[in-house]
């Protein structure tokens, strides 16, 4: 990386060093200041959920100097919301062999099967392993985990803490864990030439924000009883680092904005963008031999989702201009029973877990008739993408804008003890659960697709691994398995970690190529790729909704392009229009690949192509983004992943795209099939 006297960091033009076909990058990048600092360390962690956290403890525990980059606070992401609990065969008469079954089945034909077997072969320890760094799990008089039961499984294995508030145990444990051993309080610094600015998304935020009296914070009481972490957390908008013992480096609100690469191609760190007081123009640099995304989901491309307001797809659309695939975008989970606020509902929406159902809770119409009996074998206990599509079906056939979730036979005592968090986020809301039906609706839950990885978490991108929501190990097919999640950000964590540590990678200086004409969106038009979301790939698509909404992304691309193209206008370089610009790519992607896909699977539904059809559509579709801003899709030959993703990058002969899990085996090999070209 160059630097001029001031210590900037200096662009190379096009057009030098290597030849652009050796380059995985699309040579797009966000439209953004040179950074003007940089800092460096062995392992850039994106995210600080169950996923990003537990990578940097593994990393850090083997001797590595990892740096954390987070949006917001630590806790602010999608970990911390999870209610009900992480699923792996512990109890007793259960085995990772019926955990891989009930998966497969929910995954609706496209789980890839090595992916799944590693999973569970792995999530027991992998718990274990949670629980020795300090996460405290519900349990009985005898001291033994207590295990629920949730959709598509035909057993009790999940297990909670705080009764519905798992995530944030997991959250404050992890947390405290990184902060652990005495760390120094935070420090702060300040970007050469800056000025103040708001925090990320401040004014989009407002209404959604977990402190809220509309959305009541899992675990609250618990943390503050339990989490002393946050005695030291930093001031809103400030640029806090806080250093364990000289591993861990902590950068809260920051925004990554694109990966730097070597002039071989190879993952050398990522820039970001850093707001605190005193801070206008943060942007920065992580300099770094692995990049790791851990950046969660991507449920703000909808109106109503059960996602914070962070979730903006940052990691897949940073992963898309890096030149790395993406897979199963089409693929998006619509959780069956969020509480219904009305029809202009907008924002993060109160998730009714699954476990109130897995409880005995049942689903109603209006005129209390439980209409998921006949539907199918486990009733309301189905895999969500059923029960969610039933949900519909009812409303559409009763006219009626929401159904009923039913649990006032639980009594009081039950509800106050097992789900504390729903209890107060529906009390808040007007509704008592304990005398009245809970309204439920569909909305945006899961990414099930994401960023395309192997066993070890590479991408296609040597060097840049993705875990948790952000990436697609073929886990979860086309319907996630109710609290795998958790898992799957556990387990494929410390498989990254140990890849890192047992494969150091020794890329070139980073290079930052000269912009090559990246419009950014205006703040505003994040609301307008919402709208046309909801409208057109929302639970039921067609066709015709499909080719509306697609045509109405392009529009709002196309405006850019041709702005800065014809007059170098561009919006102002900042959190809002970053934020718009990334949910406009991902949406892009989810739209193209669902009307690729002619038929309905798991949580892609199709109202012109009812059926599932295994002949054409047992497969994958891949993305990737190309330097002319078009997305070439191609598919797989099986629901199985292929050959061809690699750390170097490249597809080595007979060697498989799945190094062997622990006691499991290595994926089939497969030869894609040819990419066509999407504007």
């Known amino acids: 990386m160059t630097t001029n006297a001031a210590g900037r960091i200096g662009t190379i033009p096009s057009g030098t060093g290597t030849p652009a076909s050796q380059h995985t990058s699309t040579g797009i990048r966000l439209h953004a200041p040179v950074p003007g600092w940089s800092i460096d360390a062995d392992v850039v962690v994106v995210g600080s959920g169950v996923a990003g956290l537990t990578v940097a403890l593994r990393c850090a525990a083997a001797g590595a100097r990892v740096t954390v980059v987070t949006k917001a606070?630590?806790?602010?992401?999608?970990?911390?919301?999870?209610?009900?609990?992480?699923?792996?065969?512990?109890?007793?008469?259960?085995?990772p062999a019926q955990h891989l079954a009930d998966t497969l089945v929910a995954g609706a034909g496209l789980c890839d099967e090595p992916a799944v077997r590693a999973l569970v072969t792995d999530g027991p320890d992998a718990v274990r392993r949670l629980i020795a760094t300090g996460a405290l799990f519900d349990t009985g008089d005898d001291g033994a985990?207590?295990?629920?039961?949730?959709?598509?499984?035909?057993?009790?294995r999940i297990a909670h803490a705080g009764g519905d508030a798992t995530g944030a145990e997991v959250s404050r444990a992890l947390i405290?864990?990184?902060?652990?051993?005495?760390?120094?309080?935070?420090?702060?610094?300040?970007?050469?030439?800056?000025a103040s600015r708001s925090a990320p998304g401040q004014t989009a935020r407002a209404q959604t924000a977990p402190e809220t009296a509309s959305q009541t914070a899992p675990g609250e009481a618990a943390r503050t009883r339990t989490a002393p972490e946050t005695a030291s957390r930093s001031a809103p908008g400030e640029a806090a680092r806080t250093q364990d013992g000289g591993r861990i480096e902590l950068i809260e609100n920051a925004l990554v904005l694109d990966l730097l690469t070597d002039a071989e191609g190879r993952t050398a760190g990522v820039t970001l963008h850093v707001m605190g007081a005193g801070q206008?123009?943060?942007?920065?640099a992580v300099r770094a031999r692995a990049v790791v995304?851990?950046?969660?989901?991507?449920?703000?491309?909808?109106?109503?989702?059960?996602?914070?307001?962070?979730?903006?797809?940052?990691?897949?659309?940073?992963?898309?201009?890096?030149?790395?695939?993406?897979?199963?975008?089409?693929?998006?989970?619509?959780?069956?029973?969020v509480l219904w606020l009305g029809p202009d509902a907008e924002g993060?929406?109160?998730?009714?877990?699954?476990?109130?159902?897995?409880?005995?809770?049942?689903?109603?119409?209006?005129?209390g008739t439980r209409f998921m009996l006949g539907q199918h074998e486990l009733a309301e206990l189905a895999p969500r993408d059923i029960v969610a599509k039933a949900i519909m079906r009812r409303m559409r056939e009763t006219g009626g804008a929401h159904m009923y979730l039913d649990a006032r036979h639980f009594g009081a005592q039950m509800w106050q003890e097992r789900f504390p968090t729903i209890l107060a986020a529906c009390r808040a809301h007007g509704i008592d659960p304990v005398t009245e039906p809970i309204p439920v609706a569909p909305a945006a839950h899961y990414a099930s697709g994401g960023v395309r990885t192997d066993l070890r978490g590479h991408t296609t991108v040597p060097g840049l691994y993705a875990c948790g929501e952000v990436a697609c190990t073929g886990v979860?097919?086309?319907?996630?398995?109710?609290?795998?999640?958790?898992?799957?950000?556990?387990?494929?964590?410390?498989?990254?970690?140990a890849d890192i540590t047992a494969h150091p990678a020794a890329p070139g200086e980073p290079v930052i190529p000269a912009p090559a004409g990246s419009p950014l969106l205006a703040s505003e038009a994040r609301y307008e790729v919402q709208r046309i979301m909801t409208a057109g790939a929302?639970?039921?698509?067609?066709?015709?909704?499909?080719?509306?909404?697609?045509?109405?992304?392009?529009?709002?691309?196309?405006?850019?392009?041709?702005?800065?193209?014809?007059?170098?206008?561009?919006?102002?370089p900042c959190v809002e229009t970053w934020e718009a610009t990334n949910l406009a790519l991902v949406a892009r992607v989810l739209v193209a690949a669902a009307r690729r896909r002619e038929e309905t699977r798991g949580c892609h539904w199709r109202e012109d192509r009812p059926d599932r059809d295994d002949e054409q559509w047992r497969r994958h579709l891949v993305v990737r983004l190309t330097p002319y801003r078009t997305l070439a899709v191609r598919t797989t030959e099986g629901p199985e992943f292929g050959d061809d993703v690699r750390d170097d990058g490249t597809a080595a002969p007979g060697a498989p795209a799945h190094p062997a899990a622990p006691g499991g085996a290595a994926a089939p090999q497969h030869q894609p099939s040819a990419s066509k070209e999407l504007s």
């Open 73 to 95: 606070h630590l806790d602010d992401g999608s970990t911390r919301w999870a209610q009900g609990g992480i699923a792996a065969a512990l109890g007793e008469g259960d085995t």
């Open 145 to 156: 985990i207590l295990l629920a039961r949730e959709g598509g499984h035909h057993r009790r």
């Open 176 to 194: 405290a864990a990184v902060r652990a051993a005495g760390a120094p309080a935070p420090r702060t610094q300040t970007a050469p030439g800056t």
């Open 280 to 284: 206008r123009d943060g942007v920065g």
């Open 293 to 337: 995304l851990a950046t969660g989901g991507m449920g703000q491309v909808y109106s109503a989702t059960t996602n914070p307001s962070v979730s903006t797809g940052d990691g897949v659309a940073l992963a898309l201009r890096a030149g790395a695939e993406v897979s199963d975008l089409e693929f998006v989970q619509f959780h069956p029973t």
């Open 348 to 367: 993060q929406q109160p998730l009714v877990s699954e476990a109130v159902r897995g409880e005995g809770a049942h689903l109603v119409d209006a005129d």
């Open 476 to 497: 979860h097919g086309a319907n996630r398995l109710a609290s795998n999640s958790l898992l799957e950000g556990l387990v494929f964590a410390e498989r990254i970690a």
């Open 538 to 572: 929302g639970v039921l698509r067609s066709a015709e909704s499909l080719a509306t909404a697609a045509g109405a992304l392009e529009r709002l691309h196309t405006a850019a392009v041709e702005a800065y193209d014809r007059e170098g206008k561009t919006a102002e």
